[in-house]
């Protein structure tokens, strides 16, 4: 069983920047595709980002291209998302999560494929 921990959250000014991470333990995730989403306050959870398991191909969701940038460091366990140029409308619950399927071929943005999330982090950005 794969539990995901996420940090780095905290409250920031508009324009700021974050860097959020997600440790992995019970498992190593290296062959796994991981992915960032949030929820905020009355809203479903989106997709952010998502990372393919050799770290070379990512998605993003359009409002946060060129601003968030998804990475890996395998040895580590750990994913990040780097968070620059922060808006309001970035406030949320940040959650990580892991697609299961060993060495996949996709990179999926639907919650429902992802296998294991953690517990999230919260992310506030003031005007």
């Known amino acids: 069983q794969v539990q995901l921990v996420e940090s780095g959250g905290g409250s920031v000014q508009a324009g700021g920047s974050l860097r959020l991470s997600c440790t992995a333990s019970?498992?190593?995730?290296?062959?796994?595709?991981m992915g960032w989403f949030r929820q905020a306050p009355g809203k479903e959870r989106e997709f952010v980002a998502a990372?393919?398991?050799?770290?070379?191909?990512?998605a993003y969701v359009d409002s946060v291209k060129g601003r968030f940038t998804i990475s890996r460091a395998n040895a580590k366990n750990t994913v990040y998302l780097q968070m620059d140029s922060l808006k309001p409308e970035d406030t949320a619950v940040y959650y990580c999560?892991?697609?299961?399927?060993?060495?996949?071929?996709?990179?999926?943005?639907?919650?429902?494929?992802?296998?294991?999330w953690g517990q999230g982090t919260q992310v506030t950005v003031s005007s």
């Open positions: 999560a892991a697609d299961e399927s060993p060495y996949g071929s996709n990179l999926y943005r639907g919650l429902a494929e992802y296998d294991h």
């Open positions: 019970g498992r190593a995730i290296s062959s796994y595709a």
């Open positions: 990372i393919k398991w050799s770290g070379y191909v990512t």
